[in-house]
C-alpha cells in the first residue's frame, strides 16, 4: 500500500487544491485500517479496490483529460472528467470540469483558444528512464512464468521459480534465491502495487542519477532487503517465511531519495522533498507493523540499503 502513501506526501501542501487527494488517500488508508480489523486475510484486496477507485483511476483520468483538452479535444476531456467527479468529488475536479465546459464552449463559438503543448515530459515518462522499463518488463515476465506454471495457487512451484526460503538459503547454499525472489509476485495485486510505485518513484530517479546507478541501486537494495531478512532470522529477530516481491527494490529507491537529498540538501525544493519522503517512510512503517502479510523486515532492510546507496552515489548531472 506504498502508493496511497505516496499520494498522500505528494499532496500534503498548503494549497487548497490538493485537500481532495488528501482525503481521499486518507479514506483508502482508513478503509484498509477497519478491513484489517474485522478482515485481515482480504485487508489487502479490500484497500487495492479502494486506491484503484479513489486514487488510481482519478489521478490517471485527470492526466488523460488534460491531455485531451492539450489537443483541442475539449468536449472529450469533459466528458472524461464528469465521470471521474462520482469517484472524486473534489473542488479540483469541479474546477477542471468547468474549465473544459468553458474551453468547449469558446470552440463552438468560434473564439480562437491558445491552447498550451501537451505535457510532454509526463507523457514521454518512461521513454526517459530505460532501466524502469527493463524492470517493469522483468516483472511482468517473471509474473507471466509464475501464471504458466501455476505458482499462483501451487506454493511447491513458487519456490521452484526462487522464493526465498531461509532453510534453502542458509542450508543448500542457494543464494541466488536472494536475486530471484525480487521478480516474483504472490497475486495480480501484488505485482500492480509494485510496480506503480516502481514507475512514480523510478524515473526522477533514474533521470537525476543515471541509467546504470539506478539499476545498481534497485537491485543492490533488492539483495540487500532479501539477504537482511535472512540474516534477521538467522539471529531469530524474525521468524522463518517464504519472501517475493519487487517491495524491497522500491523502498530502496525511496531510501535512495532520503540518502541523496540529505547529501544534496542544496538542491531545488529539497527540503519539501525529503519530508515527503520521510512521510512515506513513517506511514508505510506503520502500515506494515499493522498488516500481517507484509514483511516489515524486508521493507526496513531494503530502505536501509537504499539510503546507504543514495549517501555515496553522485547526481547524473550538478544541476538537476
Excluded at 489537443?71 to 474546477?95: C, E, I, K, N, W
Excluded at 483558444?113 to 530505460?130: H, N, V, Y
Excluded at 506503480?196 to 545498481?216: H, K, N, S, W
Aim: hydrophobic share 55%; charged share 15%.
Amino acid at each position: 500500500m506504498t502508493t496511497p502513501l505516496l499520494v498522500l506526501a505528494r499532496a500534503w501542501r498548503p494549497e487548497g487544491i490538493f485537500r481532495g487527494w488528501r482525503i481521499a488517500a486518507v479514506i483508502v488508508l482508513a478503509i484498509t485500517g477497519v478491513a484489517w480489523l474485522f478482515f485481515r486475510e482480504y485487508a489487502g484486496y479490500v484497500g487495492g479496490g479502494a486506491w484503484f477507485a479513489l486514487l488510481f483511476l482519478p489521478a490517471v483520468g485527470l492526466r488523460k483529460a488534460s491531455q485531451l483538452a492539450a489537443h483541442g479535444r475539449y468536449q472529450s476531456a469533459r466528458r472524461l472528467t464528469a465521470m471521474l467527479q462520482f469517484l472524486h468529488p473534489t473542488a479540483q475536479v469541479r474546477d477542471q470540469l468547468q474549465l473544459f465546459r468553458n474551453l468547449e464552449s469558446r470552440a463552438r463559438s468560434g473564439d480562437q483558444i491558445q491552447g498550451q503543448s501537451p505535457p510532454q515530459d509526463r507523457e514521454r515518462r518512461l521513454q526517459r528512464a530505460p532501466a524502469v522499463i527493463a524492470f517493469i518488463l522483468l516483472n511482468v515476465g517473471a509474473f507471466c512464468i509464475e501464471l504458466w506454471r501455476g505458482a499462483l495457487i501451487n506454493p511447491v512451484i513458487l519456490h521452484r521459480l526462487g522464493a526465498v526460503d531461509f532453510y534453502a538459503v542458509i542450508s543448500k547454499g542457494e543464494f541466488w534465491r536472494l536475486f530471484t525472489a525480487l521478480f516474483l509476485h504472490y497475486n495480480l495485486l501484488h505485482l500492480v502495487f509494485n510496480l506503480f510505485a516502481l514507475y512514480v518513484l523510478g524515473p526522477p530517479l533514474e533521470r537525476t542519477i543515471g541509467t546504470i546507478r539506478f539499476a545498481m541501486c534497485y537491485l543492490i537494495a533488492g539483495v540487500g532487503s532479501t539477504a537482511g531478512v535472512v540474516l534477521l532470522t538467522v539471529i531469530k529477530i524474525v521468524r522463518p517465511a517464504e519472501l517475493v516481491g519487487a517491495s524491497g527494490c522500491v523502498m530502496g529507491i525511496v531510501g535512495a531519495w532520503a540518502g541523496f537529498l540529505v547529501r544534496h540538501r542544496h538542491v531545488w525544493q529539497a527540503r519539501q522533498r525529503l519530508l515527503n519522503i520521510l512521510l512515506i517512510i513513517a506511514i508505510q512503517i506503520v502500515f506494515d507493523i499493522s498488516t500481517p502479510q507484509v514483511s516489515t523486515s524486508a521493507h526496513l532492510c531494503g530502505l536501509l540499503t537504499g539510503f546507504a546507496i543514495g549517501l555515496v552515489v553522485a547526481p547524473k548531472r550538478t544541476a538537476f
